[in-house]
Nanobody, 129 residues
Framework: QVQLVESGGGSVQAGGSLRLSCAASGFTYRRYIMGWFRQAPGKEREGVAAIDSDGNTSYTDSVKGRFTISKDNAKNTLYLQMNSLNAEDTAMYYC???????????????????????WGQGTQVTVSS
């Protein structure tokens, strides 16, 4: 049984940093894609960043140069390092995963991550200006 558990959210002032973690259990596949999504109140869920089993990464334009996605395979944990946070980054952040795909073979941002089959419960990030 696959389980994704996010942590690391919190409240921070604009310009600050946070690191989100997503501990994955039961998710041990040779080929996979994992990603971070976020949903702000009154807005649709959007893809933030993704990483695949080949180490390829992809980011939405609004976070490029500020956020970094990474994965520790030994710990089976996904990370999202978020720097230079601003109020527009305030949202619930979700970890997602799917087996058998990579960034090259999945339109990971389409339909708010509809192709991902595994999701965490979310962690709240609040940025005050």
């Amino acid at each position: 049984q696959v389980q994704l558990v996010e942590s690391g959210g919190g409240s921070v002032q604009a310009g600050g940093s946070l690191r989100l973690s997503c501990a994955a259990s039961g998710f041990t596949y040779r080929r996979y894609i994992m990603g971070w999504f976020r949903q702000a109140p009154g807005k649709e869920r959007e893809g933030v960043a993704a990483i695949d089993s080949d180490g390829n990464t992809s980011y939405t334009d609004s976070v490029k140069g500020r956020f970094t996605i990474s994965k520790d395979n030994a710990k089976n944990t996904l990370y999202l390092q978020m720097n230079s946070l601003n109020a527009e980054d305030t949202a619930m952040y979700y970890c997602a995963a799917e087996r058998g795909y990579t960034i090259a073979t999945m339109a990971w941002r389409v339909n708010a991550g509809a192709f991902f089959g595994y999701w965490g419960q979310g962690t709240q990030v609040t940025v005050s200006s």
